[in-house]
């Protein structure tokens, strides 16, 4: 099943067509991960998916329904949206910026209510920004804004959320961090999720369902397991290298071919960049 869908989507920037014809269903209650090159089309697609960016053609269909009929306010009470580095307002605290997650669910004769208060205090526990309430949001680090941002958009208590390279300019344990509480999410609550990430192995760790774009198509898509090959990792990203399984997690592990110039198994060095080693 899949209540969020894409149908002959073709995505474009003025006269440069980014995205030709793709079809996608985004699995329900599944964390989905898109992977592939740069400028490959994988944020312009997330942008479409949650109607950030008003296709040139195709369509993308909510519970069956296209999203360019659908109110703005409606999609925000169903689609939360965490866009690729957001910018808070200025001197604006924690609490209050997570109190925007209510917007949508609000209305001139229903303001502020116990059903907002009680979904903003279990948003920032479970992304464990509680304490950080009254600080402003531009004196925190990296990872506890991205924290405060994912609590904004879990604070709108939509059933599926959208998040655009979540771990981008994070450093390696506070990437690890933002993934973890994104899968918890998921497992404890069943939010759908859909998230683009650089870092294939990061997606192939946490990832329920692959999709993997280049040059604005799917190539492959389905379970980690069996999409993430050395087949796969040369076509899409032009890199020689050998897939073993991850020995924290048995998901599969790419480990890069042998850089140039230095010596593999054999004793030989690579002049070309192409030869991996044995992994046996």
């Given at each position: 099943?899949?209540?969020?869908t ?11 067509t ?12 599944a ?45 925000a009470?169903?689609v ?24 949508p ?15 903003v ?15 402003p ?13 994912i ?5 709108q208590?939509?059933?599926l ?57 799917v ?14 990792v ?28 230095s ?13 991996v080693?044995?992994?046996?």
């Amino acid at each position: 099943m899949s209540r969020l869908t894409a149908r002959g989507l073709t995505l474009a920037y003025e006269d440069r067509t980014v995205v030709h014809e793709l079809d996608l269903a985004i699995p329900d209650g599944a964390v989905t991960v898109i992977v592939g090159p740069n400028a490959c089309g994988k944020s312009t697609t997330l942008r479409a998916l949650g109607r950030l960016l008003k296709p040139k053609g195709g369509s993308v269909l909510l519970d069956g329904q296209d999203l360019a009929g659908l109110p703005t306010k409606k999609i925000a009470q169903r689609v939360g949206v965490l866009p690729q580095s957001p910018v808070a307002p200025e001197a604006i605290t924690v609490g209050d910026l997570v109190s925007r997650g209510r917007q949508p669910h609000q209305a001139w004769w229903r303001q502020w209510s116990e059903e907002d208060e009680r979904a903003v205090t279990d948003a920032m526990a479970r992304t464990d920004v509680t304490a950080l309430a009254d600080r402003p949001v531009d004196e925190l680090s990296g990872g506890q804004r991205q924290r405060v941002w994912i609590a904004m958009a879990l604070a709108q208590e939509t059933e599926l959320l959208l998040l655009d390279e979540p771990t981008t300019f994070l450093d390696i344990a506070h990437q690890v961090e933002v993934l973890d509480l994104v899968r918890r999410l998921n497992h404890e609550r069943g939010r759908t999720v859909v998230a683009v990430l650089h870092d294939l192995n990061q997606a192939a760790r946490y990832a329920d369902h692959l999709v993997a774009m280049k040059s604005g198509r799917v190539v492959a898509e389905g379970a980690p397991a069996e999409v993430v090959t050395a087949e796969l990792v040369r076509e899409v990203f032009g890199l020689e290298s050998v897939v073993v399984p991850d020995p924290v997690t048995g998901s599969p592990l790419v480990v890069p071919g042998a850089p140039y110039g230095s010596k593999v198994s054999d004793g030989s060095k690579v002049s070309d960049g192409s030869k991996v080693p044995d992994p046996r």
